[in-house]
Nanobody, 116 residues
Framework: QVQLVESGGGLVQPGGSLRLSCAAS????????MGWYRQAPGKQRELVAT???????NYADSVKGRFTVSRDNAKNTVYLQMNSLKPEDTAVYYC??????????WGQGTQVTVSS
């Protein structure tokens, strides 16, 4: 069983930055696709970014150029650097791990609020 623990959320003003972290337990992190999703109140959960074991990345159009996903396999940790934050980025952010396309794990989520 894999456990994912997110951290780094909080309240930030528009235009500010935050870095989310997600630490994974177990030994499959380095061979897994890691992702970040978010869910705003009253909206469906949406994909924010993914990073493969080979560090190929993919981003939602709404965050391209502002968010950067990265990983540190030695620390079993994936990061989401969020810059130029907007009020519409307010959501609960979830970390995910996908292994062999059939094993999917989710973290408990961390709240990000962008407001003045």
């Amino acid at each position: 069983q894999v456990q994912l623990v997110e951290s780094g959320g909080g309240l930030v003003q528009p235009g500010g930055s935050l870095r989310l972290s997600c630490a994974a337990s177990g030994s499959i992190f380095g061979r897994s696709v890691m992702g970040w999703y978010r869910q705003a109140p009253g909206k469906q959960r949406e994909l924010v970014a993914t990073i493969t074991s080979g560090e190929d990345t993919n981003y939602a159009d709404s965050v391209k150029g502002r968010f950067t996903v990265s990983r540190d396999n030695a620390k079993n940790t994936v990061y989401l650097q969020m810059n130029s934050l907007k009020p519409e980025d307010t959501a609960v952010y979830y970390c995910t791990l996908r292994f062999l396309t059939i094993y999917n794990f989710w973290g408990q989520g961390t709240q990000v609020t962008v407001s003045s």
